[in-house]
C-alpha cells in the first residue's frame, strides 16, 4: 500500500476532457438503468415469485404430511 495517501494532483486542475476520459477508463461500458433491457427486472422478479411459491409449496406439503401422520 502507498504511504503517501494523497494525489499528487488536483482534481480542480482537471480539464473536462480528463475527467471524462477517465471516467470511461474505469467504468468503460456501463449499464445505465435506460440502457438495460425492460425484460432483465421482470425475469428477476419472476426467479424470486418462483422461489417464493417453491418454498410455499413445500411448506404446505411439510405441513399436510405431519398433520396425517
Same mark, same amino acid.
Given at each position: 500500500?502507498?504511504?503517501?495517501? *494523497?494525489?499528487?494532483?488536483?482534481? +480542480? %486542475?482537471?480539464?473536462? $476532457?480528463?475527467?471524462?476520459?477517465?471516467?470511461?477508463? #474505469?467504468?468503460?461500458?456501463?449499464?445505465? *438503468?435506460?440502457?438495460?433491457?425492460? +425484460? %432483465?427486472?421482470?425475469? $428477476?422478479?419472476?426467479?424470486?415469485?418462483?422461489?417464493? #411459491?417453491?418454498?410455499?409449496?413445500?411448506?404446505?406439503?411439510?405441513?399436510?404430511?405431519?398433520?396425517?401422520?
Amino acid at each position: 500500500m502507498l504511504a503517501n495517501q *494523497e494525489p499528487d494532483w488536483n482534481i +480542480d %486542475d482537471l480539464t473536462d $476532457d480528463e475527467i471524462y476520459d477517465a471516467i470511461r477508463h #474505469l467504468d468503460p461500458d456501463p449499464r445505465t *438503468e435506460d440502457k438495460q433491457e425492460a +425484460d %432483465d427486472q421482470d425475469q $428477476d422478479n419472476s426467479v424470486v415469485i418462483c422461489v417464493c #411459491l417453491y418454498i410455499l409449496v413445500l411448506g404446505c406439503l411439510a405441513f399436510m404430511w405431519f398433520y396425517w401422520r
